[in-house]
């Protein structure tokens, strides 16, 4: 008997044996099997996570961010051991003691699956398999992911510390609102760092990672709190909290930014602008689209938070003067439908809804707003951020009656009367508060509207190329679209400069005298017969006077002359053009650029004829602090000094490539400070320091231009509608962009001042009559007499005139004006031809007028 109980209990004991060692040995062939392949969990070790991008303007201002995933990296160290504790409590309260698998955990989880038949299945997932998933696998709920988190979770746990890993863990899970990792998740809810957090606010994040979207601070309000109380409770009975703190706590109110408890950070940023989208444009191609939105770049930039906004609005304002001048009312286009404005609630948050622009500040915030009532003279309006009155807010009568509006048929009604002739119940329009010059007070609100006439602004350091100010448009939530770098079009007139610097250099002078008369060119499109703006002939006329009063036809000439591949070869020396097509039209500006290219070609003739680089950006550097980019590369011995003797300045040593002779340079600049103080120019632009530039104007003025200079900053102005189309006969360069470089660099000035112009050594000075180009005596004073520089060592030719090759008609007079009478002159092909007041462009376009 007693043998037989030994034989049952061993054949027992075999069984359990054997049925041992085989689960073990299947256990042991799955773990075998599915840990093949895995990927390799010591890549861990050097995981760098994708995180934002942040630029910085150059007074060390936080001005935008950029990143696929919103993610500030916190190293373990720097996390708060509050912070861990309750996602500890949260996730994984055993962290610290297991393997990187929790057995009694994933035991739980399925028998509650075989319990509920599946119904309720819920992870049990520690932090380490968390990470695991997260990094290496995907999140599906298969069994075969579950055996490859354990393997992977087991391998990490023996390659990384449990800080390593939770700081893996935190820096990377995703906390709602567009946040990854706790540090971005403590700015987006509560504008606050890690450290600033209290037990309650570290137990609300803890609370999100299970499903974010389900624990909504506002939409879910309660359900969120219930998570956080429950969070706090685990943080109480794992010993992180006292008894009196988490009672404390559990009472606090749920608050956050996205309820209005908080201000949000963004309220610190300015609005996304132009310079900083080209920023990302630029730094995209030159790094790569991956690296600018993940690589945690800091990018120093140059922008100058001061006169940033006086630029923008120094052409915002030219540009709604213009529109308004026009007078037709187009509006925004949006309309809220009745049913979102049964209330105010609904049609504040339909509001809210509508992509309309919210980045405007044009003599004070424009706002969104919503017709709300049309009376018998005035219109109701509910405006976006501003509480309603009792009386309600209104546009009056005498408001609206600057404008027409268009029909659907496209023609134009008659001008308003009353502000139901514009506006209609539900129409979004955009408004501002009109106040009284002398103290500010409050007047009415007023309907503005973004112009459908655009233009582009650029201003920068002619010695660096350092771009402080630029603006794209009229409103970048408006249009995206930059006009400054993005935006080709004719330069008119402001290219003559390159037309005169090819001329200069070849041994032409501000008084060498060209032929100001009619010319007919024979092309394949017709006979081209250009004109003067004035439609009038001057004679023969020194250079200086031709660019300072713009003479279309002085300068066809000297293009003639000089030849259009030399022209060609100086503007894509100076960065105008990669390719600038030889025919004469071109000379006067008819071929496309950008004005970033042009106002960067201007900064080479301020500074004296060095190669300039303009950028946008100062400075790049990596996640880790490296400089990876720097824009200036000149030498400065001095700077590595620990002292300097008092009243000595770093000696700064330009290794600048020379485009141009510094003679040519200064002539150049002294013709265009004639443009300034007699020219084109003269009535829009008075700084009080020396200032030279140049206007433009296409035909039928499609494009208005004018950029100018001190010796410190260069800047210049575009206007034109996007569809190239006339603007009217009063539009001009001078008249247009002179106002807009006038508000801008006067303000500049004062930050920046203004000096003479560098005289280069190998000047020497003689005066001439600038209406006739004749050499007058030292003594000579008046307003005709400029003293003109000229090569030294080169005698100077004076009464040698040249036509460019173009023949003239006998009876053509030289220096009087040519009346509206048609004439009879000869053609370079030995032709007759008549010259008259009906004489057109044919159908080449000639580019610049004046």
């Given at each position: 008997?007693?043998?037989?109980i030994?034989?049952?209990l061993?054949?027992?004991?075999t069984?359990?044996?054997?049925?041992?060692?085989?689960?073990?040995?299947?256990?042991?062939?799955v773990?075998?099997?599915?840990?093949?392949?895995?990927?390799?969990?010591?890549s861990?070790?050097?995981?760098?996570?994708?995180?934002?991008?942040?630029?910085?303007s150059?007074?060390?201002?936080?001005?935008d961010?950029?990143a696929?995933e919103?993610?500030l990296?916190?190293?373990?160290?720097?996390i708060?051991?509050?912070?861990?504790?309750?996602f500890?409590?949260?996730?994984?309260?055993?962290?610290?003691q297991h393997?990187?698998?929790d057995?009694?955990?994933?035991?739980a989880?399925?028998?509650?699956?075989?319990?509920?038949?599946?119904?309720?299945?819920?992870g049990?997932?520690?932090?380490?398999?968390q990470?695991?998933?997260?990094?290496?696998l995907?999140?599906?709920?298969?069994?075969?992911?579950?055996?490859?988190?354990i393997?992977?979770?087991?391998?990490?746990?023996?390659?990384?510390?449990?800080?390593?890993?939770?700081?893996?863990?935190?820096?990377e899970?995703?906390?709602?609102?567009?946040?990854?990792?706790?540090?971005?998740a403590?700015?987006?809810?509560?504008?606050?760092?890690?450290s600033?957090?209290?037990?309650?606010?570290?137990?609300?994040l803890?609370?999100?990672?299970?499903?974010?979207?389900?624990?909504?601070?506002?939409?879910?309000?309660?359900?969120?709190?219930?998570r956080?109380?429950?969070?706090?409770?685990?943080?109480n009975?794992?010993g992180?909290?006292?008894d009196?703190?988490?009672?404390?706590?559990?009472?606090?109110?749920?608050?956050?930014?996205?309820?209005?408890?908080?201000?949000?950070?963004?309220?610190?940023?300015?609005p996304?602008?132009?310079?900083?989208?080209?920023?990302?444009?630029?730094?995209?191609?030159?790094?790569?689209?991956?690296?600018?939105?993940?690589?945690?770049?800091?990018v120093?930039a140059?922008?100058?938070?001061e006169?940033?906004?006086?630029?923008?609005?120094?052409?915002?304002?030219?540009?709604?003067?213009?529109?308004?001048?026009?007078?037709?009312?187009?509006?925004?286009?949006?309309?809220?439908?009745?049913e979102q404005r049964t209330?105010?609630?609904s049609?504040?948050?339909?509001l809210?809804?509508?992509?309309?622009?919210?980045?405007?500040?044009?003599?004070?915030?424009?706002?969104?707003?919503?017709?709300l009532?049309?009376?018998?003279?005035?219109?109701?309006?509910?405006?976006?951020?501003?509480?309603?009155?009792?009386?309600?807010?209104?546009i009056p009568?005498?408001?609206?009656q600057?404008a027409?509006?268009?029909?659907?048929?496209?023609?134009?009604?008659r001008?308003a009367?009353?502000?139901?002739?514009?506006?209609s119940?539900?129409?979004?329009?955009?408004?501002r508060?009109m106040?009284?010059?002398a103290?500010g007070?409050?007047?009415?609100?007023?309907?503005?509207?973004?112009?459908?006439?655009?233009?582009?602004?650029?201003?920068?350091?002619?010695?660096?190329?350092?771009v402080?100010?630029?603006?794209?448009?009229?409103?970048?939530?408006a249009s995206v679209?930059?006009?400054?770098?993005?935006?080709?079009r004719?330069?008119g007139?402001?290219?003559?400069?390159?037309?005169?610097?090819?001329?200069?250099?070849?041994?032409?002078?501000?008084?060498?005298?060209?032929v100001?008369?009619?010319?007919?060119?024979?092309?394949?499109?017709?006979?081209?017969r250009p004109?003067?703006?004035s439609?009038?002939?001057y004679?023969?006329?020194?250079?200086?006077?031709?660019i300072?009063?713009?003479?279309?036809?002085?300068?066809i000439?000297?293009?003639?002359?000089?030849?259009?591949?030399?022209?060609?070869?100086?503007?894509?020396r100076?960065?105008v053009?990669?390719?600038?097509?030889?025919?004469?039209?071109?000379?006067?500006g008819?071929q496309?650029?950008?004005?970033?290219q042009?106002?960067?070609?201007?900064?080479?003739?301020?500074?004296?004829?060095?190669?300039v680089?303009?950028t946008l950006?100062?400075?790049?550097?990596?996640?880790?602090?490296?400089?990876?980019?720097?824009?200036d590369?000149?030498?400065?011995?001095?700077?590595r000094?620990?002292?300097?003797?008092?009243?000595?300045?770093?000696?700064?040593?330009?290794?600048?490539?020379?485009?141009?002779?510094?003679?040519?340079?200064?002539?150049?600049?002294?013709?265009m400070?004639?443009?300034?103080?007699?020219?084109?120019?003269?009535?829009?632009?008075d700084?009080?320091?020396?200032?030279?530039?140049?206007?433009?104007?296409?035909?039928?003025?499609?494009?208005?231009?004018?950029?100018?200079?001190?010796?410190?900053?260069?800047a210049?102005?575009?206007?034109?509608?996007?569809?190239?189309?006339?603007?009217?006969?009063?539009?001009?360069?001078?008249?247009?962009?002179?106002?807009?470089f006038?508000?801008?660099?006067?303000e500049?000035?004062?930050?920046?001042?203004?000096?003479?112009?560098a005289?280069?050594?190998?000047?020497?000075?003689?005066?001439?009559?600038?209406?006739?180009?004749?050499?007058?005596?030292?003594?000579?004073?008046?307003?005709?007499?400029?003293?003109?520089?000229?090569?030294?060592?080169?005698?100077?030719?004076?009464?040698?005139?040249?036509d460019?090759?173009f023949?003239?008609?006998?009876?053509?007079?030289?220096?009087?004006?040519?009346?509206?009478?048609?004439?009879?002159?000869?053609?370079s092909?030995?032709?007759?031809?008549?010259v008259?007041?009906?004489?057109?462009f044919?159908?080449?376009?000639?580019?610049g007028?004046?």
């Amino acid at each position: 008997m007693f043998r037989f109980i030994l034989s049952f209990l061993g054949g027992i004991f075999t069984t359990l044996t054997m049925s041992l060692a085989m689960v073990a040995l299947t256990i042991g062939a799955v773990f075998w099997m599915y840990g093949r392949d895995l990927p390799s969990h010591e890549s861990l070790a050097q995981y760098t996570p994708p995180t934002i991008s942040r630029i910085y303007s150059g007074q060390g201002r936080l001005i935008d961010e950029f990143a696929k995933e919103r993610r500030l990296f916190v190293s373990a160290e720097t996390i708060p051991d509050l912070v861990k504790q309750a996602f500890i409590s949260a996730e994984d309260k055993n962290f610290y003691q297991h393997d990187g698998y929790d057995l009694r955990g994933i035991g739980a989880a399925a028998f509650d699956a075989v319990k509920s038949r599946g119904r309720d299945v819920r992870g049990a997932s520690t932090i380490t398999q968390q990470v695991m998933k997260n990094f290496l696998l995907s999140g599906d709920r298969r069994a075969e992911r579950k055996i490859k988190e354990i393997i992977l979770a087991a391998r990490i746990e023996q390659t990384l510390s449990k800080e390593k890993i939770l700081e893996l863990y935190m820096n990377e899970i995703f906390l709602g609102q567009n946040s990854y990792g706790v540090a971005a998740a403590s700015q987006t809810y509560f504008n606050k760092t890690l450290s600033d957090l209290a037990p309650h606010e570290a137990a609300f994040l803890a609370s999100l990672p299970k499903a974010p979207s389900d624990y909504h601070p506002v939409r879910q309000k309660d359900r969120l709190m219930a998570r956080r109380n429950f969070v706090l409770r685990e943080m109480n009975e794992n010993g992180y909290i006292s008894d009196t703190e988490y009672a404390r706590e559990r009472d606090m109110p749920l608050r956050s930014v996205q309820n209005g408890d908080f201000e949000s950070f963004k309220a610190d940023l300015p609005p996304r602008d132009y310079f900083t989208d080209e920023i990302r444009r630029q730094l995209s191609r030159d790094f790569g689209e991956g690296e600018f939105f993940t690589g945690g770049l800091t990018v120093r930039a140059t922008i100058d938070n001061e006169m940033q906004p006086i630029a923008a609005n120094s052409l915002r304002l030219q540009l709604e003067q213009y529109d308004r001048g026009r007078g037709i009312w187009n509006g925004t286009g949006e309309v809220i439908p009745r049913e979102q404005r049964t209330s105010e609630e609904s049609w504040r948050a339909a509001l809210a809804d509508l992509r309309v622009p919210r980045d405007i500040d044009l003599e004070s915030q424009w706002y969104p707003a919503v017709v709300l009532e049309v009376g018998e003279t005035d219109a109701r309006i509910g405006i976006e951020g501003v509480a309603e009155d009792a009386d309600g807010h209104w546009i009056p009568a005498k408001d609206v009656q600057w404008a027409r509006k268009r029909l659907e048929d496209g023609s134009l009604a008659r001008k308003a009367q009353v502000a139901g002739d514009l506006v209609s119940v539900g129409d979004v329009v955009l408004v501002r508060r009109m106040t009284a010059d002398a103290d500010g007070s409050f007047i009415r609100w007023t309907l503005r509207q973004v112009p459908e006439v655009q233009g582009g602004f650029v201003a920068m350091d002619v010695d660096t190329g350092r771009v402080i100010a630029m603006q794209g448009g009229f409103s970048y939530q408006a249009s995206v679209f930059n006009r400054a770098t993005q935006a080709k079009r004719q330069p008119g007139s402001s290219f003559k400069p390159f037309v005169y610097a090819s001329a200069l250099d070849s041994g032409y002078s501000p008084a060498t005298i060209v032929v100001d008369a009619p010319i007919e060119i024979n092309t394949p499109q017709g006979v081209w017969r250009p004109k003067n703006a004035s439609n009038r002939y001057y004679g023969p006329t020194p250079l200086r006077t031709g660019i300072e009063q713009s003479r279309n036809l002085m300068t066809i000439r000297l293009a003639q002359e000089v030849g259009m591949d030399v022209v060609g070869s100086y503007a894509e020396r100076f960065g105008v053009y990669d390719d600038l097509s030889p025919v004469l039209a071109n000379a006067l500006g008819s071929q496309e650029t950008t004005l970033y290219q042009m106002v960067s070609a201007y900064a080479m003739f301020a500074n004296g004829g060095e190669r300039v680089q303009p950028t946008l950006v100062d400075r790049v550097q990596d996640r880790y602090g490296r400089t990876v980019y720097q824009h200036d590369q000149r030498i400065c011995n001095d700077c590595r000094l620990a002292s300097l003797d008092p009243g000595r300045a770093p000696r700064v040593i330009s290794n600048r490539e020379r485009v141009m002779d510094p003679v040519t340079a200064y002539q150049l600049t002294s013709m265009m400070r004639g443009v300034v103080e007699r020219g084109t120019a003269r009535k829009a632009v008075d700084l009080g320091v020396p200032t030279a530039g140049k206007t433009g104007t296409t035909n039928d003025a499609k494009d208005v231009w004018f950029i100018g200079f001190t010796s410190n900053i260069v800047a210049g102005c575009y206007i034109g509608f996007d569809q190239p189309r006339a603007m009217g006969r009063g539009a001009s360069g001078g008249g247009m962009c002179g106002p807009v470089f006038q508000r801008f660099m006067s303000e500049a000035v004062k930050k920046y001042g203004g000096g003479k112009f560098a005289v280069p050594s190998a000047c020497q000075f003689i005066k001439i009559d600038r209406f006739s180009g004749a050499r007058l005596s030292d003594g000579a004073s008046g307003p005709n007499v400029v003293s003109e520089c000229f090569r030294d060592g080169e005698e100077p030719i004076f009464g040698i005139t040249f036509d460019g090759g173009f023949a003239m008609g006998a009876d053509l007079p030289l220096v009087e004006e040519i009346g509206r009478t048609s004439r009879q002159v000869t053609t370079s092909t030995g032709r007759k031809a008549v010259v008259g007041p009906k004489a057109s462009f044919g159908t080449l376009s000639s580019g610049g007028l004046y």
